[in-house]
RNA sequence: GGGAGCUUAGCUCAGUUGGUUUAGAGCAUCUGCCUUACAAGCAGAGGGUCACAGGUUCGACUCCUGUAGCUCCCA
């Protein structure tokens, strides 16, 4: 068969993933082998593959492959979340486009739209993944809102209830404006904002001075419930218990006290409004204030604020400072940055407000699934993330539950007229709940409008996805959970690697991964995070197109340690498509041996078997170690280079055959076996190219993806540095070629002198072979007319028909022979110090008179050719 | 304001209990090659006083302290 010049995953990619999925390779059921299982972190139903996704994604089915390979089961849950807000957003955008606003639906209504949205949008990213090479098991696709997750999340909400975790109250929220919803305190993104902030004189009552307060919120004096000084700062000390007035409004406040105030920021003087600033809500209730609520949910003013009503909070503050000027409350402005709490989803000033919400109270559950990371019964990658997650359970807050949306879990609590409330799965147990506990039947009752945040049902996930909570004890959960590794982006600890350790220690009694591995953010070439804004995300389709699936995943793959950032190059995808390639003509090659062989030995090519068989056996163990601890980046570059450089440029050269002659067929036997396992170490990180290469280099009943890695095998070490003195010498020599600028056709004679000529004998026809020598000699002295250089601890004489052009070489001698005696020095220095010789180990005391003893020799062979030159 | 981390070749990064030649790799650069698998390639080469300043030690890229710059998290 005819291949073709460069390999071509446009036409690979597809037709193997189908393949496998007609084998059911990703499918898993329990059975007796061990389990190896990772639940993907669901994306947002709305989203679209991008950078992060990729990474993500690929680090998984790195691991979920290779242990495929290892003989585990293996089990890669795939899945989306509801994400209310996001899609919650999404469906109203889309309605309006149509004309039709939320407001003027039912709740019913607006769902059906939205389930008409998902059905038909949700979920794209699914499929993209599968342009990845993802080997997940589709058939068990799950969705947070499918029928029996739902009822669990509701479920859970009951128990918790009735544990009294989860209670009802008024407290502070963040309020999007846009969304019209609480947003919990981790949706809250907070940046360095630039703002003003204006100097306000407040009258005094009973004085002509006034008092100045400073404040970057104008626009909230009406909810003005007092000014606060420090007791004790003497400016202020004669105001307290004295009263001001609110500007504009002249509403008549008191001065106040406490130390919460400092003294140094602005005028030392603070205006309070405890309906709009947690810290001030913490003083009002403090000092008895008034809570002026000023806001509608919206963001615009309200009655309350008795003028401006209706209007934005943001215009207002324009307006309301250019009043204040023009009636001479404004002592002066002045720029100020500091940050700004913004909406995660809508990305809108949040505005801190007073509310009845939903909550979960942490303290008691945080505490167990602190203990299991700290004490690495859970083990996160890199572990720095230790600290992070122990700092925030440390300090953990309550947790607001409830969002002011209908696409997601509605909140199981059912009011009757009288706001009397119960909590129960359905109406009809809430009927009863209400007759045992007020003793009422017969009555209307409502059930809450609001919806639970969508982490209150991802936290759920590693084990409802297995029907683990649902149906508790199945086959499945038991075999499956707690799972093993869990891949994620270190944003998202807290959000939902914290809440899910949580629910698997209430619901499973058990942690629900063994191990976490952070993966870093993805950012472009110049560092900057990947936005919308900037436009700097690359279309991840485009380039899987482009370059195909297996370099894609090379690039990105290639510079990403755990943890640490990734900046995106798009010429690391050019190195996996030059990779692939690379492959891919090893394999031309080959194919080209096949209908040459023959029987005759070809006693060369016996060391660079031995030496190649041994060199697989080392790296295949290095990978074994750098694989356990997640060092995926750096086995990707170990396997590479024993693609490229020990495969390809050395041991293919060394037993290649001459133009048209036939080749040994043990060796091309050999070589096949080579190529093969070869392509079950990059397999995990390449599947495709891999696949397809396991396919043409023999006819085969099997495939790759499924093929078992066998256990590494001892090496030796001997055969391992023989190889490297063969490659020291090839490299050696083949600059002496170049700078004496011989063609590759012109010979030379080479004369080693060494005390172990029994090694060089070994590999003396590959040496002859890929230097190109008429004959290869030993001497023990000094070869006139030649070019002398050192190689390791050997000398090596070449010598040319064309006359030895050696101005270079007395040069690069000198070089030579200053570095070595700058060296030696340094070594003598070490050992005639005789707190060194005392304390230093045995072996680190031999290593320096070794090191010592060879630069003594090396130097006197330069010496000795030197001298020759002269 | 509090905490964590980072700073090694032009770029991206290794460097595992302090001593395996006065630091390694890939990419990029330079030189020579269209050699019969591959120019998306081959063969070579150059390039770093390991952020800075102290300290501990016989010995520091590695441990400690401080300084500067960058990043992230929390308030």
Redesign the pocket.
């Known amino acids: 068969m005819e291949l073709s010049?460069?390999?071509e995953p446009q036409i690979t990619d597809n037709k193997w993933y189908n393949h496998w999925l007609d084998k059911n390779y990703f499918k898993s059921t329990p059975d007796n082998r061990e389990a190896y299982t990772i639940v993907m972190p669901p994306p947002n139903v709305t989203g679209v593959l991008h950078m992060g996704h990729c990474l993500n994604n690929t680090i998984q089915d790195i691991l979920i492959r290779r242990a495929r390979m290892k003989g585990y089961n293996t089990c890669w849950v795939p899945g989306t979340d509801h994400a209310s807000i996001a899609t919650e957003a999404k469906v109203v955008g889309m309605l309006r486009e149509r004309g039709i606003t939320k407001s003027s639906l039912s709740r019913e209504e607006f769902l059906s739209y939205a389930w008409e949205w998902k059905e038909k949008y949700g979920g794209i990213i699914l499929q993209q993944l599968k342009k990845l090479g993802c080997s997940l098991d589709w058939d068990r696709t799950s969705f947070t809102m499918d029928k029996e997750y739902y009822d669990s999340v509701i479920k859970v909400f009951v128990d918790l209830h009735k544990k009294g975790i989860i209670y009802r109250g008024k407290r502070m929220i963040n309020w999007d404006v846009k969304a019209l919803t609480a947003l919990s305190?981790?949706e809250?993104?907070?940046k360095e904002t630039k703002q003003k902030l204006y100097h306000l004189k407040y009258k005094l009552e009973n004085s002509d001075e006034p008092i100045i307060i400073a404040t970057v919120r104008p626009e909230t004096i009406m909810g003005d419930a007092a000014i606060c000084v420090h007791p004790n700062d003497e400016r202020y000390k004669n105001l307290h218990g004295k009263f001001a007035f609110v500007p504009l409004i002249n509403r008549r406040i008191p001065i106040i006290a406490d130390e919460y105030v400092s003294m140094d920021f602005g005028t030392g003087a603070l205006k309070v409004t405890p309906a709009h600033d947690?810290n001030d809500y913490a003083l009002g209730q403090k000092h008895n204030l008034e809570t002026i609520d000023i806001f509608n949910d919206n963001g615009t003013l309200s009655e309350a604020a008795q003028i401006y009503i209706g209007q934005d909070r943001f215009e207002v503050r324009k307006k309301i400072a250019v009043e204040l000027e023009e009636k001479g409350f404004l002592l002066k402005t002045e720029e100020y940055t500091s940050?700004v709490g913004y909406s995660e989803r809508t990305d809108v000033v949040v505005e801190p407000r007073l509310s009845l919400q939903w909550w979960l109270s942490m303290k008691d559950i945080a505490t167990p699934a602190l203990k299991v990371v700290m004490e690495e019964e859970i083990k996160f990658y890199p572990p720095?993330f230790k600290?992070?997650y122990r700092?925030?359970m440390e300090?953990i807050?309550d947790w607001c539950i409830s969002r002011q949306l209908w696409w997601g879990h509605r909140i199981p609590a059912w009011y009757d007229e009288e706001g009397n409330y119960v909590v129960a799965e359905n109406e009809k147990e809430a009927i009863q709940e209400f007759s045992k506990k007020y003793g009422k039947s017969n009555l209307t009752i409502k059930q809450d409008e609001d919806c639970l945040d969508t982490w209150f049902s991802s936290w759920l996930w590693p084990f409802e996805v297995f029907k683990g909570y649902s149906n508790p004890n199945n086959d499945e959960i038991n075999y499956y959970y707690p799972t093993n590794t869990l891949v994620t982006g270190?944003?998202i600890i807290?959000f939902w690697v914290a809440r899910m350790i949580m629910a698997g220690l209430e619901y499973k009694k058990q942690i629900p991964f063994k191990e976490v591995y952070f993966t870093?953010?993805v950012r472009d070439?110049l560092?900057r995070?990947m936005s919308k804004s900037l436009g700097n995300s690359p279309d991840l389709l485009g380039l899987i197109d482009q370059y195909g699936a297996d370099a894609t995943r090379f690039g990105i793959m290639?510079?990403s340690?755990a943890g640490?950032?990734?900046?995106f190059?798009e010429?690391?995808l050019?190195?996996g498509?030059?990779?692939?390639?690379?492959i891919?003509?090893?394999?031309?090659?080959i194919k080209?041996w096949e209908p040459r062989q023959s029987d005759t030995y070809q006693e060369e090519n016996q060391f660079a078997i031995n030496w190649f068989e041994n060199r697989l056996d080392e790296v295949s163990k290095d990978v074994d170690n750098m694989m356990q601890?997640f060092?995926l980046?750096?086995s990707l570059?170990t396997i590479?280079?024993l693609i490229?450089?020990d495969f390809?440029?050395?041991y293919?050269?060394w037993i290649?055959p001459?133009?048209?002659n036939p080749i040994n067929s043990s060796t091309y036997k050999k070589t096949v076996t080579f190529f093969t396992e070869l392509m079950q170490l990059i397999h995990p990180f390449m599947p495709f190219v891999s696949e397809e290469i396991y396919h043409h280099l023999e006819k085969r009943n099997d495939d790759l993806c499924i093929k078992q890695l066998s256990n590494s095998k001892p090496f030796d070490s001997f055969t391992l540095s023989t190889g490297q003195l063969l490659?020291n010498t090839?490299?050696?020599i083949?600059?002496v070629?170049?700078?004496q600028?011989l063609?590759?056709k012109e010979t030379i004679q080479l004369f080693i002198q060494t005390d172990n000529e029994n090694t060089y004998k070994s590999i003396e026809s590959i040496l002859s072979k890929q230097l190109n020598t008429s004959s290869i000699n030993f001497t023990k002295e000094n070869i006139a007319g030649s070019f002398t250089t050192i190689i390791?601890?050997d000398k090596f004489y070449v010598v040319t028909e064309k006359p030895i052009d050696s101005t270079n070489q007395k040069a690069e001698l000198e070089k030579e022979l200053?570095?070595?005696?700058?060296?030696?020095?340094?070594?003598e220095k070490?050992l005639s110090?005789?707190?060194?010789v005392?304390?230093?180990?045995p072996e680190?005391l031999a290593?320096?008179q070794k090191?010592k003893a060879?630069?003594e020799s090396?130097i006197k062979t330069i010496n000795d050719s030197l001298e020759l030159l002269n």
């Open positions: 010049k460069n390999f305190d981790e809250v993104i907070r947690v940050e720095k600290n992070v700092h925030w300090n807050k270190p944003d807290f870093g953010t070439k560092g995070k290639i510079a340690p640490n950032d990734i900046l190059d010429t690391a050019e190195q498509r030059n990779f692939n390639n690379k891919w003509n090893a394999l031309k090659l080209m601890q060092r980046s750096e570059k590479y280079s490229w450089d390809c440029s050395w293919l050269e290649k001459g133009f048209e490659k090839i490299s050696g083949r600059d070629r170049n700078k600028q063609k590759p390791d601890r200053n570095h070595l005696k700058g060296f030696l020095i340094s070594v070490k110090n005789e707190k060194f005392q304390n230093a180990k680190v290593i320096e090191k060879d630069a090396k």
